[in-house]
């Protein structure tokens, strides 16, 4: 069989994203892994990736009486394959043995040692200033030898070095395309959003090039100086950033990779100036569970909250987190204060995620945020306009729904309204008298008969299931989604470090559904 395409990979990202975001509800019954709720009091054991998290299996519908640990960032087992059973007990030899294994797997150099790399780079003439592409690491004289096979980059400039993200080629394996870089449209329109709305430091998690573009700018323009901290798995840029700008962290479970000093590096970021003109962005990895980043982003919140003046305790943290739209639901579950934007966020090395002008599919990430819609402007040249009746712009071809009373369109394209359902729904879609619902006209009706995900019957969807608690299942979230067999997908994700926008690939070409827009 032909590898896909970058083209079909990308497509299958969103399809998979798409899946998971739907919930275990529409997929297979069995051999789903849940994460359960992380309230235990135990420390859970730790993989070279921090913490480990907690999950179950679920199979015939019931989940399975003995629960496991496993890795918080990396959701494929060739990644990490970190398991232990939550009450399986380990000899001294074998948890000595994962210690030193934990710490084989981090960075060779600490942050500190590669900052002073660092400035003994930038003291060097232009002429021995070397970037190895093969290692990815800036070389001093000393190392020139053992690279001397490898593609090295020569003459490397302050203008480069103050690129990273140009610099170092974006995380992948082989067969998977997973550090997604904002377009310059797109990170330009968040900086100036950014500067507009009058924050003056953002915490960047996961958005290195946001964090470099800040960077640029507050170098060329001390006026309207803008600070950043970048909080990101990606070690590379360790040799890039002094410790007070990055912070080597795994977003999944709020692990600082240095430790103590990195965490008070962060929380001073938080807290100082009282945490006045701060805003957190963050573009995690599309892949990833949503719980656990809520449960990040709220530690943030809590931190930033720590230091505010009591008069200003209902204020929450200013967030944007970026993120696909069918994964609406389940981020207002967690943040109720949060609306998703209509603006298209698209990325460079991603064909697919394109802005709807330019591209041939229109992106399906945008931006979730507690700042009130009204006031963000989005730009009226890409064809977003104000809504006075939702008081928010707008897509171009998000129609107003009289019945609804809202612009109801999610994914940029004009939704029509069904009078059964009593909703807009997507264009191609059609009312099903068999399955009592929109959907695909080629859907296979079979998938009404599907039931219920906890408990098999056919009469009700997980959500409303008699036989779980409401509390109980909003602290699950999937962890691997079998998708259906006609469909057979494989989740991947980057080697080691870097658990990204979990990129899938068929392993046989089937035919494919009609269309390729994600849930259409
Ligand atoms: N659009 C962003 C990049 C988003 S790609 C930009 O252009 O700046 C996702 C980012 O999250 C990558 O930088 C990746 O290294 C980082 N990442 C992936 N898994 C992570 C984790 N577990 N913890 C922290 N960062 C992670
Ligand atoms: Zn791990
Ligand atoms: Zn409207
Ligand atoms: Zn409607
Ligand atoms: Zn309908």
Redesign the pocket.
Known sequence: MAAPSSKEKATMAVEAAAAAAEGPGRRRRSGVEMLVSQDTSASPPQCP?GPTLLFVKVSQGKEEARRFYAC??CRDRKDCNFFQWEDEKLSEARLAAREIYNRRCQPPLSHMQYVKRYWKFIELPLSQRKFCQTCQQLLLPDDWGKHFDHRVLCDVSIAQLRRP?ELLHP?ENKKTN?????TKR??QFLLDLICTLGFRKVL?????????LIRLKASGDKESDVKSLL????FRYSQFYMEDSFCH????NHHFFNGKAAFETCRKFLQEDKGVGLILVA???FG?LVEPLAVTFRKFMDMWREDQSPDNNSKELPVFW?FPYFFESRILQFFPSFSMLDYQ?D??NHTLYKHGKTGRKQSPVRIFTNIPPNKIILPAEEGYRFCTMCQRYVSLENQHCEICNLCTSKDGRRWKHCFLCKKCVKPSWIHCSICNYCALPNHSCAGAKDGCFICGEADHKRTTCPNSSAPKRANKAVRKQKPKKRNKMKMETTKGQ????ATVRRKKKKKRRGHQYPCS
């Open positions: 990736h918080s960032a993200s995380l997973a550090q997604y870089l904002f797109s990170c960047c998690v996961g958005t290195p090039r946001l964090h470099e909080l990101d798995i990606d962290y795994n977003m999944f573009d995690p990895p990833g970026i966020v990325y460079d870097s658990m990204n926008h």
